[in-house]
């Protein structure tokens, strides 16, 4: 028996490669993507699509978890991860963790390699579960030949997908089938973070194409949604990091009483508070994204562990930026309350921290 625990190994470093990766999707964000847009979505703006297109076509970003024999880039979590840090640093509204990263995660624990090579193609996937999501619990029913009916609410991705992955109670257990959105009716919902819009799903009697059945459709729909919470900490860490980065450049130039206001002992500490957090964050959601993609046994304790931290530290870093910036942190015109929304969302998005909290106490077996 190894004396060296799950994980002990694990490497939590930046690769030239991931900053390689980093470097090119802050490129395709800063030149099509700005705060006014995404603010515009709150006023019922579209979401660019020309966006997600670029980000897909420059970087791969639509087939990056997919193998390279189903024509994907073969990457690993680990490059999700930096993908994810830089879009919530940017609070970007693309479907990429929705679809490049949970339902390609459910397609290929699936096997429907078909489906995954048509997502890194571009067609963009959609597991439909609810938010919050952490276990499967279908409120569709299918029929012995296939036939769903049933509604699912706030699905996240669903407005964009071209294809919806629906888990279903059929009479000998669960099953996971592949339907045409145009197949079902889709109503948006109003949502706190409008930058991930979410919408309610109906079906009636929808022919749909079955992917697994049974343990291994549970084991596809849990795995997905355990990727989805690891790698939705890495997003949340971006989002700190530019809340704190943010807040401590407009406190060196902002006086008050004559002096810098980052000048002052109480500022100093409250901005020292963030950054220990938000380093702490980083080295969580880090380990859970390299051993989610080693498939070391410790992933599920690194994923409830990383989201359990990750989404209250966000959330913190982002109130922080909005009282620290004084009266323009509370205007519209400020991108401050963009994210603090997202953190909002994400902070219930695969989970609440009391969720993961209780399911790490589990897993380690401790009381919760």
């Known amino acids: 028996m190894s004396a060296v625990p799950p994980g002990a190994d694990v490497d939590l470093l930046y690769t030239d490669v991931e900053e390689a990766l980093r470097a090119s999707v802050r490129s395709v964000l800063s030149r099509r993507l700005s705060a006014p847009q995404v603010a515009a979505l709150y006023d019922g703006a579209a979401a660019d699509p020309a966006l997600w297109q670029t980000l897909s076509a420059e970087v791969g970003l639509a087939g990056l978890l997919v193998p390279e024999d189903l024509g994907g880039a073969g990457a690993t979590a680990r490059e999700a991860a ?14 990429f963790l929705t679809s490049s990263v949970v339902a390609v995660t459910a397609l290929l624990a699936a096997g429907a390699r078909d489906l995954a090579t048509e997502v890194a193609e571009g067609t963009i996937a959609a597991l439909a579960t609810p938010l919050p999501a952490t276990t499967v619990a279908p409120t569709v029913t299918a029929t012995a ?10 699905v996240a991705g669903a407005l964009d997908a071209g294809v919806l992955l629906v888990p279903a109670a059929a009479a000998d257990g669960l099953r996971l089938y592949a339907v045409p959105a145009d197949r079902v009716r889709i109503t948006p919902v109003v949502s706190l973070d409008m930058s991930r819009p979410i919408a309610d799903l109906g079906l009636t009697d929808v022919e749909a194409t079955l992917l697994a059945e049974g343990e291994a459709a549970r084991a596809a729909v849990e795995q997905a949604l ?10 949340q860490v971006g989002i700190a990091q530019w809340c704190l980065d943010t807040t401590v450049e407009y406190l060196k130039v902002r006086k008050q009483f004559g002096r810098v206001v980052g000048g002052f002992q109480a500022v100093k500490h409250r901005l020292a508070d963030v950054f220990v957090q938000v380093e702490s964050a980083r080295a969580a959601a880090r380990y859970a994204a390299a051993t989610l993609a080693e498939g070391d046994p410790d992933r599920s304790v690194a994923a409830a562990l990383a989201q359990a931290y990750c989404s209250d530290v966000a959330v913190l870093a982002a109130e922080e930026a909005v009282q620290l910036h004084g009266g323009i942190g509370m205007t519209w015109e ?20 009391a969720v993961h909290h209780a399911r790490l106490a589990g897993l380690v077996d401790l009381p919760a």
């Open 334 to 353: 400020h991108p401050a309350h963009l994210y603090l929304k997202r953190a909002k969302a994400d902070q219930i998005a695969y989970g609440t921290a």
């Open 226 to 235: 355990e990727a989805g919470a690891a790698l939705l900490a890495s997003e």
């Open 145 to 154: 030949d296939g036939r769903l009916s049933g509604e699912i609410r706030s």
């Open 82 to 95: 930096v993908v994810l840090e830089e879009l919530g640093a940017a609070v970007a509204p693309v479907p």
